[in-house]
T-cell receptor
């Protein structure tokens, strides 16, 4: 049973345009959501997070939106750069479960120059 | 920012041998560390939660006698794959959270294990 789902295995975007990565979750107990960027054979790098008490968090080119009623979150990258090309993982956790991260399957983002 | 290191970065071993992987938090103390495994083109799967000074908590389906975890200090957790077999070949990643400052867990660079 996948509690965190990233239904798009890959996304291709032109440099300078917006990249939108989507994530859905099923566990209503999740109260903290994160996005990580990962290159092959490396550990994930933290990008941005959002608490369930918020619906938006912005950090530079990265913005995460949370829609609790739809159990959906998205990561917007604007403007997209070729260096953003990587695998992006959505993750969720709950205080009641020891803050363990549950990861989605990942979305491969390719930014074309 | 906070850094988590892993050693070794890759290891090749014969079937039946044991392999130890170290995870260190370099500039913060972590009472809890997490061990993940990632198979090719798949997501990161949590294996166990490593607790300093107490027994690790294993996820369902993970054999605790095969994947031994020791969290001897606030900056070091080790994962030992005992009697490794080819199906244990994977990418093992640890993460740690700075309990003092909170925030998102930081991940190590991972260890690639190949069992022949």
């Amino acid at each position: 049973d996948q509690q965190v789902k990233q239904n798009s295995p890959s996304l291709s975007v032109q440099e300078g345009r917006i990249s939108i990565l989507n994530c859905d979750y099923t566990n209503s107990m999740f109260d903290y959501f994160l996005w990580y960027k990962k290159y092959p054979a490396e550990g994930p790098t933290f990008l941005i997070s959002i608490s369930s008490i918020k619906d938006k968090n912005e950090d530079g080119r990265f913005t995460v939106f949370l829609n609790k009623s739809a159990k959906h979150l998205s990561l917007h990258i604007v403007p997209s750069q070729p260096g953003d090309s990587a695998v992006y993982f959505c993750a969720a956790s709950s205080k009641g479960d020891g803050n363990k991260l549950v990861f989605g399957a990942g979305t491969i983002l390719r930014v074309k120059s | 920012g906070a850094v988590v290191s892993q050693h070794p970065s890759w290891v090749i071993c014969k079937s039946g041998t044991s392999v130890k992987i170290e995870c260190r938090s370099l500039d913060f103390q972590a009472t809890t560390m997490f061990w993940y495994r990632q198979f090719p083109k798949q997501s990161l799967m949590l294996m166990a939660t490593s607790n300093e000074g107490s027994k690790a908590t294993y996820e369902q389906g993970v054999e605790k006698d095969k994947f031994l975890i020791n969290h001897a200090s606030l900056t070091l957790s080790t994962l030992t794959v005992t009697s490794a077999h080819p199906e244990d070949s994977s990418f093992y990643i640890c993460s740690a959270r700075d309990g003092a400052s909170g925030g998102a867990p930081y991940f190590g660079p991972g260890t690639r294990l190949l069992v022949l």
